[in-house]
DNA sequence: AGTTTCCTTTACGTTTACGTCAACGTCAAG
DNA sequence: CTTGACGTTGACGTAAACGTAAAGGAAACT
């Protein structure tokens, strides 16, 4: 007998598997970020939503704003087929990719000052060190 | 009759060359992150001043709170000096840095799903091409 | 002297992203 | 059948990061 992974979730299970509130949860469906169906009143989501979740939060880890997150999660799913809505995703997706990667090398150059820090550091150190030894 | 940079800067100027107003510049000095010099009651930026300033909206711009770019901040002039300091800086350091690299992570990803989309895009934009010479 | 321009502080308003009750439905266990 | 765990919908609260309006000081044209 197989008994793989769920198939459906409650909103307590996936809050919890992502490390969310299920507040979190709700108020982005109030959004219209998520929107998992309804076994009467209650919440069911599927793999879908989960993946949809996983997105807004790298999203968020990212720095941008829900709002923002979800103008990129429309893009994802965007009905392609003529040419011009392919085109204009194209040109959304140019604009998305100059953010990341502008903001890529902000985060490369903070750490490239963290590393001239820590070697300042290190240096401070050894010196320390030697004055310890010699006197 | 040399003329080079000015050396000191009003609010105003600062907040136009950075592109942010007035008002938050003077929130920042709120928090703590600035502290310029007075000439009576009015504020003076110096070199010193723009460099924080610089740091602070790179933090921004990565997605960090102001509370903690304020750490960050503390961290680049922390008292340097005995060992224990240096090591507890290090230790921060640290810590930053696997900070800093997580959301390079995530960054990365988010990049590379936008490759895969827009490869995606333009594939469906060639089979419609294709489709409209040879009907 | 009057007006403009730039600066100041004080203080309340706003948006985002939730937290936190309150009040209620529902389903399985005891 | 009640208790308890888990779910629901409002609705108000809050912290962060400013915006904005009010009221005024101080230098600098005119």
Redesign the interface.
């Given at each position: 007998m197989t008994r793989g992974a769920p198939v459906t979730w409650t909103i307590a299970q996936i809050a919890d598997d992502f490390g969310v509130t299920h507040r979190t949860v709700r108020h982005y469906e109030d959004l219209g970020l998520i929107s998992p169906e309804r076994r009467g009143t209650a919440r069911i989501y599927r793999r879908r939503d989960r993946t949809r979740l996983a997105l807004i939060l790298?999203?968020r880890?990212?720095?941008?704003t829900l709002d923002e997150i979800r103008t990129i999660i429309d893009?994802?799913d965007a009905p392609?087929?003529q040419?011009a809505q392919?085109?204009y995703?194209?040109s959304q997706?140019g604009d998305?990719?100059a953010d990341?990667?502008?903001?890529?090398r902000?985060?490369?150059?903070?750490?490239a000052e963290?590393d001239s820090?820590?070697a300042?550091?290190?240096d401070?150190?050894d010196k320390?060190d030697a004055t310890a030894s010699v006197g």
């Open positions: 790298r999203g880890r990212i720095g941008f893009m994802y392609r087929g040419v392919l085109e995703l194209l997706i998305r990719r990341l990667e502008a903001r890529r902000d985060l490369d150059d903070a750490l963290l820090l820590e300042r550091c290190r401070d150190l320390l």
